[in-house]
């Protein structure tokens, strides 16, 4: 897999800032649900050119939703499951497009 095709954007909530702005500089992405921790790290690498320590991945599920009626007497039917990496990158490294600069 090419590393454009294993990010798949970044993902840029409440959670992430704090954990981008703390100690550790760690930023969240959603990538492809096929990719495992090395490709990974390695996309990241490749793309922004900084150097990562570690990346931790984790599998979001789909949730189920209702359409239509109210009181969930519509149709049922869920949300896509994807995967999630939490990448750490070295203490003197960021990623400058996160910073807004």
Known sequence: MEALSII??????EK????????NKKYAFKVDAR???FQI?????ALF???????AVLNV???VKSMGMRGG?????????????????AADQK???FEGV
Do not use: F, H, M
């Open 16 to 23: 992430s800032n704090i954990l981008r702005e703390g100690k």
């Open 8 to 13: 798949i954007s970044p993902l840029l909530t």
């Open 35 to 37: 990719a495992n921790k």
């Open 95 to 97: 990623i400058d497009q």
């Open 73 to 89: 007497r519509g149709a049922k039917g869920r949300t896509s499951s994807w995967k999630k990496a939490y990448v750490t990158l």
């Open 49 to 55: 050119k900084v150097k990562t320590v570690d990346c």
């Open 61 to 63: 599920g789909g949730k």
């Open 41 to 45: 790290r390695s996309a990241v690498e």
